[in-house]
């Protein structure tokens, strides 16, 4: 039943539509990080603090969408500084990295999807209806309530650690193959743990390969 469960959980997350958002933020980015801000304008507003000597940023607007790009100027870069991004609220964002961090410090917005090849992803919020972070080797760290939506934190080598809020409701599921599920005080190796905080339709999934996965609440 739990494997079901979980099956469904994923689909769900993967393929369910998001009627919210009528505008998208699209992020690609090379050896820069990312920090993410709730802005108060009407548009995205970028400050490009990276290295200009290793990397080139590009950002272009379409219908109401932005794009924002950064490639290395050479097959060697690394550290080439930040892009601090604030965004409006109503915008769809979908970002992914390559050796780049990315932190989230206000909203996550309606709908966030975030993949760093090689980075970590510390996140002070989950979007309103659906979050994708996904990380190959990095860490994932949430501090954030949890009151809506579908959630699905995954690392390949990396630990999740999430820190629910008061007042968070939903069922929350702590899963690694290789490593240690942890809910609470309850710890198990190499399974996956499910928790109740409520009974509303939200859900939660922290899933590591060879990392820990933690939630906490």
Not at 47 to 71: L, M, R
Not at 166 to 187: F, H, L, Y
Not at 202 to 217: H, M, N, R, Y
Request: proline content about 1%.
């Amino acid at each position: 039943m739990k494997i079901k469960f979980l099956a469904s959980l994923t689909f769900s997350i993967l393929f369910a539509a998001n009627s919210y958002a009528s505008n998208i933020l699209e992020i690609n980015v090379t050896a820069a990080d990312v920090i993410l801000e709730s802005g108060k304008g009407k548009e995205p507003s970028i400050t490009d603090n990276t290295n200009k000597s290793q990397v080139k940023v590009t950002i272009e607007k379409s219908d109401g969408n932005f794009y924002i790009t950064s490639k290395g100027l050479s097959n060697s870069v690394s550290n080439a500084g930040q892009l601090i991004i604030q965004i409006p609220e109503g915008y769809k964002i979908n970002a992914k990295g390559m050796s780049s961090n990315f932190r989230v410090t206000s909203s996550c917005g309606t709908k966030i999807k975030i993949r760093s090849m090689s980075g970590d992803i510390r996140s002070n919020c989950l979007a309103v209806s659906e979050t994708q972070f996904e990380s190959m080797s990095g860490d994932i760290k949430v501090n954030s309530s949890l009151k809506s939506g579908m959630h699905l934190l995954s690392s390949m080598s990396g630990d999740i650690d999430v820190m629910l809020r008061d007042g968070s409701t939903g069922k929350v599921v702590a899963i690694s193959e290789k490593g240690s599920a942890q809910i609470n005080q309850e710890t198990k190796r190499a399974g996956k743990i499910l928790k109740e905080l409520g009974k509303d339709e939200v859900v939660l999934v922290a899933k590591t390969i060879s990392g820990d996965a933690s939630i906490e609440f």
